[in-house]
């Protein structure tokens, strides 16, 4: 079975400029997840989709952040404008059930200067 | 209070030592407990997750949950220096709700 797919795998940009990553989960995977991690620190939810819905965009930066899953599959996470600040690992996990058995892909690695 | 808490470290064993990384979390309610392992420049995988009381072992990882304490430990008996990494733990409060994470614990077993 393959896993979650994730591109770019490495992303160096300046600030203000904007960045796309791209997330394919596991088949038949209805649960979505974008994570970021900081150095040092654990993963820290951003968004989670439910097939192509919303269910926690809580935490995510909605001035500068975007995201969809179109068709309840592949997902988009957007940074428009980036800041140093999110130097970090994005992280996109996937689930079959609700009781948490999250799988992540391999992750993007963004470096804002 | 934090939501998980763990153990920075690092944490230092020999080899064939048994490893113990704690847990603590602060919502009662909690229903799953996860370890993940995380080697440096890697993505987090699942070694372990455990929903009851007690005891759970898988192979030389065993995860104890005291949900009373709110308490979770991963234990690592006969440590390779194959598992030196950072440790994860991470809690489901509500079932269809994300995983919240600690800052993980990083775990050095010397040869």
């Known amino acids: 079975e393959a896993g979650v797919a994730q591109s770019p795998r490495y992303k160096i940009i300046e600030k203000r400029q904007s960045v796309a990553f791209w997330c394919n989960p596991i088949?038949?995977?209805?649960?979505l997840y974008w994570y970021q991690q900081i150095l040092g620190q654990g993963p820290k939810l951003l968004i989670q989709?439910?097939?192509?819905?919303?269910?926690?965009d809580s935490q995510l930066p909605k001035d500068r952040f975007s995201a969809e899953r179109l068709k309840g599959v592949d997902s988009t996470l957007k940074i428009q404008p980036a800041k140093l600040e999110d130097s970090a690992v994005y992280l996109c996990?996937?689930?079959?059930?609700?009781?948490?058995?999250?799988?992540f892909g391999p992750g993007t690695r963004l470096t804002v200067l | 209070q934090k939501e998980v808490e763990q153990n920075s470290g690092p944490l230092s064993v020999p080899e064939g030592a048994i490893a113990s990384l704690n847990c603590t979390y602060s919502?009662?309610?909690?229903?799953?407990f996860f370890w993940y392992r995380q080697y440096s420049g890697k993505s987090p995988e699942l070694i372990m997750f455990?929903?009851?009381?007690g005891d759970k072992e898988d192979g030389r990882f065993t995860a104890q949950l005291n949900k009373a304490s709110q308490y979770v430990s991963l234990l690592i008996r006969d440590s390779q220096p194959s598992d030196s990494a950072t440790y994860l733990c991470?809690?489901?409060?509500?079932?269809?709700?994300?995983?919240?994470f600690g800052k993980g614990t990083t775990l050095s077993v010397s040869s």
């Open positions: 996990a996937s689930s079959l059930g609700i009781r948490g058995e999250q799988f």
């Open positions: 088949s038949g995977h209805a649960t």
């Open positions: 989709f439910q097939n192509n819905g919303v269910v926690d």
């Open positions: 919502d009662r309610g909690s229903q799953s």
């Open positions: 455990i929903y009851s009381n």
């Open positions: 991470a809690v489901l409060r509500e079932a269809g709700t994300a995983l919240i």
